[in-house]
C-alpha cells in the first residue's frame, strides 16, 4: 500500500488521501498520526470505496507520520460505524470520535501524576476552595479532571495542591487486569434458570448471531444467568461486553460480579478518570480486558475478541443517546452482534415493546424466567384511590401508605417511596403577582433544590441563589413552593416519622460509583429505615429487608402525548415494585393514583403484564407507530427565533412527495427554547418499509441554512421536547 485513505475524527473534514512512506506497515483499519496544516490528527486508514472521494495525483500527497502502537480497528467495528452513521443520519466521523474518544489512549503508557484530597485545610479558605473540597471528598484524578468535577478552575486545584490539602499520587496507566476465575463460585440455579442458561451457554460456543430477549420477572436471578454466559466465553479465552443503564447501577452489578468470578471487571463510563479510560480501552483493544462493564458508549470500544454482548435492563430509554449521535445502544448492540457472529442478550423484567414484537415474530429468541428465586414471591400490588382517601391539605402520603410504613417500622423492615421528580419542589411561584421563576436559557420552570439551597434548571444545568424577593414585583417573603419533589417528600416523612433514618436517592446524591456503593452499604447494614428515591432506585437492587414500596404519584408519567408514556410509566412501576419482597419476607406496593381505572393502573394492580403489552401493541398497529411504523424528528435551532422559525419552514417546503410518509410541523418544540436557543419541530412518519434514511438524506443535504442554525435528525426519537 504505497497511498492511504484516512478518515479523521473531525467532520469538518472529508476523508483526505496520504502517501505511505517506504518501509511503513499500514493497513485498513491501522490508527494513524496524520498532518493537516499545521497540526498532527488522528485517524483511521479505511476502503477506498467506502467513500466518493475524487482522487489527487501522488506527488500532492503529504506522508503519514506514524502508526500509533494500538491495534487496527477490525472491519466489522468500522462496518458497525458506517451503519450507525448512515442509520442515524450522521456523520461517520462523528462515529469514529466513539471509538476512538481520548488521545490520552493511543499514546504511550508509562506512569502519570494524580492528585487526591488529604483533608487538610488550606490557611485561607474561599468560596472556591471551598466548594472544590466538599465535590472532590474522596475523589482523584489529574488537575483538569478534579477542576472539571469540582466546577472550578485548575488554578484553584494547584493552589490547594500547594496549601497541602491534596497530594500526589503517581499511577501506572496500564497495570495489568487481574484474572477473572469461570469457576470461581458455583450458584444453584433453579430449574428454569437453568434451562435458560444451558440455552446461553450454547449460544456463546456456537459463535454465531443470536439475539436473545431474557425475560424475567423482578427476582428471578436474570443476572445469574446471562453471568454463565460470561463464564462460557472466560472458558474459552474471550471476552464480554455488560452494558449498564446507570452509572449509579455500577457498584451493585460489581459486587455480584466480584463473588462469581473473584474479581470485578473493566469498567467504562464518563466518570472514569483518564488514566482508567485508557487502561479499560487498551485492554479491549489488546484483549487483556476479558469482560468490561459500561455506559452505551463502551458499544463502540474495539474489542480483540468478543464472544458476548449483554445489555442489561435492555428496556431503559436511557441507553438512548440525546445528542451528538443519536443511536440506540440496545438497537445497535444487536447489530455489533450481527456483524461479529455473536448473541446480544436483552435482559429486562419489562422487555420495550418493539423487542417483544421482536421475539413474537421470531427475529428473537426468548428466554422466560417466570417466577422469583429461591422461596421469594412477587409483591402484591394495591391502588390507593387518591380521591377516595386523600392526604392532608398540604401532604402527599395519604394515610393508608402512612399506616404502611408505620408497620414496617415497628418489624424492623425497610420501605421506600417512589416519585420520579428530582429537587424539592418543580415550581416557585410568588403569591403576591403570580411570577413564576423561569430558566433564563429555556421555557421551563426552575426546580427548587432545597438540600443544595439553590434553583436549578434540569435541562441546562443553569442554578442561582432561591431570591429573598420576587424578582418580578419586589414582594418580600413572598416566595412558595408548589409541587413535591423527593426532597419534600422526605421532609413529610421525617415530621411524620422523626426517629426513622431517611435518605433521599436520585442523581444528585447519588452521583457517582463511590455514592452509590456508600448507599448500598448503609441501606445492606439496616442503618436505613426508609429510603425516597426517583427512577435511580427503581431497578438493579436488591435489598432483602425491603417490605414496601410506595409510588407516591403514579398518574405523573401519564400525561402529556409520549408515544411511549403508558409503556414507560408501566415499566417504571413494575420496577420499582419489584424492589419489594425479594428474600423471604413478603412484599407489598401501594400505588397512590387519582386514576385507578386506567389501562396501566389496572394492569399492573391484576398482574396482567401480557395483557396490556396485547393491548398497547395492538393500539401502536392501529396508529403505524413503531414497531409498525417508523419516527424521525428534525429539530432546528437557533439564538433567532425567526431564523429558525424560517429554516423549518423552509425544510418543510421542500419535503419530496412521499406515498409511504407523511411530514408534521414545523411547530415550536415543547422545550421551545434550550440553552439559550429557541427550537422547531418536525416530525416524518412513515410506513415500516419507507426508504427513510435515503429520502431525508437526499433531501435535507440539497438544502443551505444560515450559518447560526442546527438542523439535527433524530431517527427512532424517544424524546417529544
Known sequence: MNRARVLLRTAAVGPLDYRVPQGMAVEHGSVVEVPLGPRRLVGVVWEEEKFAVEEV?????????????????????????????????????????????????????????????????????????????????????????????????????????????????EVSSDAPFPALDPDFAQVDLTPEQAIAAESLRASVSARSFAPILLDGVTGSGKTEVYFEAVAQALRQGRQTLVLLPEIALTQAFLKRFAARFGTEPALWHSSLRSTERRRTWRGAASGAAKVVAGARSALFLPFADLACIIVDEAHETSFKQEDGVRYHARDVAVMRGLYESLPVVLASATPALESRHMAEIGRYEQLVIPSRYGKARLPDIKALDLLQDPPERGHWIAPTLIRAIEERLERGEQSLLFLNRRGYAPLTLCRHCGHRIQCPNCTSWMVEHRLMRRLACHHCGHLEKL???????????????????????????????????????????????????????????????????????????????????????????????????????????????????????????????????????????????????????????????????????????????????????????????????????????????????????????????????????????????????????????????
Open 57 to 169: 495525483g501522488d506527488n500532492r500527497l503529504r506522508n503519514i507520520l506514524s502508526v500509533l502502537d494500538t491495534p487496527p480497528i477490525r472491519p466489522e467495528l468500522r462496518r458497525l460505524a458506517e451503519w450507525t452513521a448512515g442509520y442515524y443520519l450522521a456523520p461517520l466521523a462523528a462515529v469514529l470520535r466513539m471509538i476512538l474518544p481520548s488521545s490520552s489512549a493511543l499514546g504511550p503508557g508509562g506512569t502519570v501524576i494524580e492528585y487526591r484530597s488529604t483533608g487538610v485545610e488550606p490557611p485561607r479558605m474561599t468560596a472556591q476552595r471551598e466548594r472544590a473540597l466538599a465535590k472532590l471528598d474522596g475523589e482523584q484524578g489529574l488537575v483538569r479532571e478534579l477542576a472539571a468535577s469540582a466546577g472550578v478552575s485548575d488554578a484553584v486545584i494547584r493552589g490547594l495542591v500547594k496549601a497541602g490539602s491534596f497530594e500526589a499520587v
Open 467 to 721: 431570591p429573598e424577593k420576587c424578582p418580578e414585583c419586589g414582594e418580600p417573603d413572598s416566595l412558595v413552593a408548589c409541587g413535591p419533589g423527593v426532597e419534600r417528600i422526605c421532609e413529610e416523612v421525617q415530621k411524620l416519622f422523626p426517629d426513622a433514618r431517611t435518605v433521599v436517592a436520585t442523581s444528585d446524591t447519588i452521583s457517582n460509583p463511590a455514592h452509590a456503593a456508600e448507599f448500598v452499604a448503609r441501606v445492606e447494614a439496616g442503618a436505613i429505615d426508609i429510603i425516597v428515591g426517583t427512577q435511580l432506585v427503581t431497578k438493579g437492587y436488591h435489598f432483602p429487608n425491603l417490605t414496601l414500596v410506595g409510588v407516591i404519584d403514579a398518574d405523573l408519567g401519564l400525561e402529556g402525548g409520549d408515544l411511549r408514556a403508558a409503556e414507560r410509566t408501566f415499566q417504571q412501576i413494575a420496577q420499582v415494585a419489584g424492589r419489594a419482597g425479594r428474600a423471604e419476607k413478603p412484599g407489598e406496593v401501594i400505588v397512590q393514583t387519582r386514576s385507578p381505572g386506567h389501562a396501566v393502573i389496572e394492569a399492573l394492580v391484576a398482574g396482567e403484564r401480557d395483557a396490556f403489552y396485547a393491548a398497547e401493541t395492538e393500539a401502536r398497529r392501529h396508529a403505524g407507530a413503531p414497531p409498525f411504523g417508523r419516527l424521525a424528528a428534525i429539530i432546528v435551532s437557533s439564538e433567532d427565533q425567526s431564523e429558525a422559525a424560517e429554516t423549518a419552514r423552509r425544510i418543510k417546503a421542500s419535503a419530496p412527495e412521499m406515498e409511504d410518509a407523511v411530514v408534521y410541523g414545523p411547530a415550536p418544540a415543547p422545550l421551545a427554547m434550550l440553552r439559550g436557543r429557541h427550537r422547531q419541530r418536525l416530525l416524518v412518519h412513515a410506513r415500516r418499509s419507507a426508504p427513510l434514511q435515503d429520502t431525508m438524506r437526499e433531501w435535507l443535504g440539497s438544502l443551505d441554512w444560515p450559518r447560526g442554525v442546527r438542523v439535527t435528525v433524530d431517527v427512532d426519537p424517544y424524546s417529544f421536547l
